[in-house]
């Protein structure tokens, strides 16, 4: 899944984070008539930079020119055809959605359609917000992909409720996980809380696509899924930091964080406290 400036080939890449399903990119590209390009994905780009003008052209519409600044957005849909002129070099942050991704979040019979319509020059704080998110967190030391996903999902949602290419009636009440699903998803994630638990493994268990199993989830817990699996794995750690034979590093370990100072962050964010300063509160004072 590739972005525009990496497609036509005119952009300095300063880094990338990708998913089979999602990829952030950051992107500079110099002035210029850039070819015409028909993403296979849907793409949201937000700009940073400096202010500067464009033309676009969608499919075989009229040229239409327009002044972006900072924190704009544009939204090109999958398979559309755009072309771009650029009068200035442009600055984004762009992320690429996969079509499944944006199905996987449709929210009834109701509302099937999940086709996007092109935008351009849009001001849409949440959009903003959470292509962020996605930006900061996927190039993290250690990213947390049940957070990316979680971000994505929020993301894929408010694109198929607002910028679909027909208007969808308002989003029926998400429904929590019925107690027999719930229970065996809760089970497992305790029986395996050293081990990678991933999304999709807990959807399928729960007999859900992915993004649905997650709004079932956090109706049913108040939490999301991300964040309910991070607050067990801090409960598993405090029980363990009580044995002084186990090293923080093996602490780490068998509550399922890739790395010691994975471990250390996600602990201090919940607690207020490192491990090791925690482990040292429980000793009985001399």
């Known amino acids: 899944m590739k972005p525009w400036g990496l497609v036509l080939g005119r952009e300095s890449q300063a880094a990338t984070a990708a998913w089979s399903w999602l990829r952030v990119d950051q992107v500079s590209t110099p002035p210029g008539e850039l070819k015409e390009y028909c993403p296979a994905a849907n793409v949201v780009s937000v700009a940073t930079g400096g202010k500067r003008s464009i033309q676009v052209t969608v499919a075989d519409g009229p040229p239409v020119s327009l002044e972006v600044t900072p924190g ?24 690429s959605l996969s079509p499944k991704l944006l199905s996987d979040v449709r929210p009834g019979p109701g509302r099937a359609n999940t086709a996007l319509r092109p935008v351009f020059g849009l001001r849409d704080a949440l959009i903003e917000q959470l292509v962020y998110a996605l930006w900061q967190e996927g190039t993290s030391a250690s990213p947390d992909s049940h957070y990316v996903q979680t971000l994505a999902a929020a993301l894929a949602t408010h694109l198929v409720r607002t910028y679909a290419s027909s208007p969808s009636r308002a989003p029926a009440r998400s ?17 395996n809380i050293d081990r990678r638990l991933t999304l999709p493994r807990l959807a399928t268990m729960a007999r859900l696509s992915l993004f649905p199993f997650i709004r079932s989830f956090k109706s049913s817990t108040g939490l999301p899924p991300h964040r309910y699996i ?31 100072s994975a471990f250390a962050n996600a602990f201090r964010r919940l607690t207020l406290q490192t491990p090791r300063a925690y482990r040292d509160a429980l000793r009985p004072s001399e």
């Open 230 to 260: 991070l607050r067990k794995r801090v409960e598993h750690a405090k029980a363990l930091l009580a044995d002084d034979t186990l090293n923080i590093a093996d602490v780490a370990l068998r509550c399922g964080f890739a790395d010691q």
């Open 175 to 191: 429904r929590g996980l019925e107690g027999s699903r719930l229970a065996s998803v809760l089970a497992y994630i305790d029986e």
């Open 72 to 95: 704009q957005i544009h939204i090109l849909p999958a398979n559309v055809p755009v072309g771009i002129r650029l009068f200035g070099p442009a600055e984004n942050i762009v992320v």
